[in-house]
């Protein structure tokens, strides 16, 4: 017990940030098929699609952030943080590579927050919910 204690209370871990990020990604591919699907066989209209852009965007970094401070069993808000960065600075990249939005510094900026406002948040959760 004394040596998981110790690899517990050790600073930041990559390995907890690779398994935050990697299920963010997977839940934003998760919820964007959702969606779809929603979009494509319900009268819901396309309408809400930038809605629902944002709330997939927060609930897999938020989620992302709690699974890997949960991991961490430390340093919950750093953790979380960390996640949310890393998952913005990949899906600012590929929608500035893609080039279907216009490049919008207010927009990228309100990303930003919105993605340390769900790290912060995410992180302080998983460390709740840690063993």
């Known amino acids: 017990m004394r040596a998981q204690e110790s690899v517990k209370s050790s600073g930041l871990q990559i390995n907890c940030l690779v398994k935050g990020f ?3 990604l997977l839940l934003t591919i998760l919820l964007s098929l959702f969606i779809s699907l929603l979009l494509q066989f319900t ?3 396309e309408a809400l699609l930038p809605g629902f852009s944002t709330f997939i ?4 970094m938020l989620l ?12 919950g808000l750093l953790h979380g943080l ?3 960065v890393l ?4 899906l600012s ?3 500035l590579l893609w080039g279907l939005v216009p490049f919008d510094w207010p927009h990228l900026a309100l990303r930003f927050v919105f993605a340390l406002i769900a790290g912060a948040i995410g992180g302080i959760i998983g ?5």
């Open 43 to 45: 009268p819901v209209s």
């Open 127 to 131: 460390i709740g919910l840690a063993d």
């Open 82 to 84: 960390c996640i949310a």
């Open 93 to 95: 990249a590929i929608t």
């Open 57 to 60: 965007f927060l609930i897999s």
């Open 22 to 24: 990697i299920w963010s």
């Open 87 to 90: 998952y913005w600075l990949l």
């Open 64 to 75: 992302g952030a709690v699974i890997g401070a949960r991991a961490a069993g430390c340093l």
